[in-house]
C-alpha cells in the first residue's frame, strides 16, 4: 500500500527566488520525493540500482501471522528528460512529470497470488490457490507548492480479478530536493466487489472445504491507511531506503473469517547500490 496538505501565498519576489533555488537543486531527480526512486543523478540515458532488502509483514492480506522476507531493490532506469523508463522486480513501467505539479506513472505489475501454503498455521486449508495474472497500476500525484511539499495522489490497480482504487494527501518533510528524506501519506483504498471476494470472500465450495463461514463481500471502502517513506544517500553511490506501511480494514472486511486479524502492516530496509 506503498503516499497531505496546502500553503499560505507568499511574497512573488520570495516564491520566484525559492522557485529558482529548487530548479537548481533540483536536477538529479524527477521529482523530489522519497517513494519515487531516481538513479539517473540528471542524466538522460540508462541508470542502474541494484540492492537487497529485508521486510517484516503479514503473511497474506488479513493474516496474524508475520514474518521476516527477504526481497531484491532497485531498478533498470533509461532517462528522457522529463520521463523515466524502468524496470524493478516484477514490474515494467513509465513515470513522467508532465508539468511542475503533475507526475504521471503506470506500470504492468506481476500478482502472485495467494496460496494455501501462505499460511504456516493452515489457516487457508481448503480455500485453494489463487492465480497468479498481470495487474495495470495507473497513478497520479498533483503537487500544491512548487517543491512537492504537499500534494493529492490517486492511483487505479485493474486485473483479471477486479478493480482497486487509492486517493490520498501527502507531505514531504525535510529541506533537501534531492529524493532524500522522508515523506507520509494517508490514504482511503477502495475495491469492487471482485477485487474484494478475491481477498476475503468464501464461497460454498470454499466454505465446506475449508470450514470457514461462507460471505460474500460488497464493493466500497477497503480500508484506511497511512505509509511512510525514508530516503538517505549514504554517499555517492549507496543509499538507504525504508518504508512502513499500517492498513486498517473496513466493519465488512474485518467480518470475514479470513481477516484474522483488524490490519495489515509491514516495515521493509534496504540497500541500493546506485551504477
Known amino acids: 500500500m506503498k503516499n497531505i496538505i496546502s500553503r499560505l501565498l507568499i511574497p512573488s519576489i520570495l516564491l520566484f527566488s525559492i522557485n529558482t533555488v529548487i530548479a537548481q537543486d533540483n536536477k538529479t531527480v524527477l521529482v523530489p520525493l522519497p517513494s519515487v526512486d531516481d538513479f539517473t543523478k540528471g542524466e538522460n540515458g540508462w541508470a542502474f540500482g541494484l540492492g537487497l532488502g529485508v521486510e517484516y509483514e503479514s503473511a497474506y492480506e488479513g493474516s496474524d501471522e508475520f514474518g521476516f522476507e527477504p526481497q531484491p531493490a532497485g531498478a533498470v532506469q533509461w532517462r528522457d528528460g522529463n520521463n523515466i523508463y524502468y524496470f524493478a522486480g516484477e514490474a515494467f513501467g513509465w513515470r513522467s512529470l508532465v ?12 500478482d502472485e497470488g495467494r496460496e494455501e501454503g501462505d499460511s ?26 512548487p517543491d512537492w511539499r504537499y500534494w493529492l495522489v ?37 475495491h469492487d466487489s471482485e477485487y474484494a471476494n478475491k481477498g476475503f470472500g468464501v464461497n460454498d ?16 471502502i477497503r480500508s484506511i491507511g497511512v505509509d511512510y517513506n525514508y530516503r538517505h544517500n ?16 473496513s466493519s465488512e472486511v474485518r467480518d470475514s473469517p479470513i481477516a484474522r486479524s483488524d490490519y495489515e502492516a509491514e516495515v521493509g530496509i534496504s540497500a541500493i547500490y546506485v551504477f
Do not use: H
Open 234 to 249: 549514504i554517499n555517492e553511490s549507496w543509499q538507504l531506503y525504508g518504508e512502513a506501511l499500517f492498513e486498517y480494514y
Open 154 to 190: 490517486g492511483r487505479l490497480v485493474a486485473g483479471d480479478e477486479g478493480n482497486l482504487g487509492l486517493f490520498g494527501i501527502g507531505r514531504r518533510f525535510g529541506d533537501q530536493s534531492d529524493g532524500t528524506g522522508s515523506e507520509v501519506n494517508l490514504v482511503a483504498v477502495f
Open 205 to 220: 465450495e470454499q466454505s465446506a472445504a475449508s470450514g470457514l463461514d461462507k460471505i460474500k463481500i460488497s464493493g466500497g
Open 99 to 110: 508539468s511542475d505539479e503533475w507526475l504521471l506513472d503506470a506500470l504492468v505489475g506481476f
Open 120 to 145: 504456516d498455521d493452515g489457516r487457508l486449508d481448503g480455500l485453494g490457490d489463487q492465480e497468479e495474472g498481470f495487474e495495470l497500476v495507473l497513478q497520479a500525484r498533483r503537487s500544491f507548492t
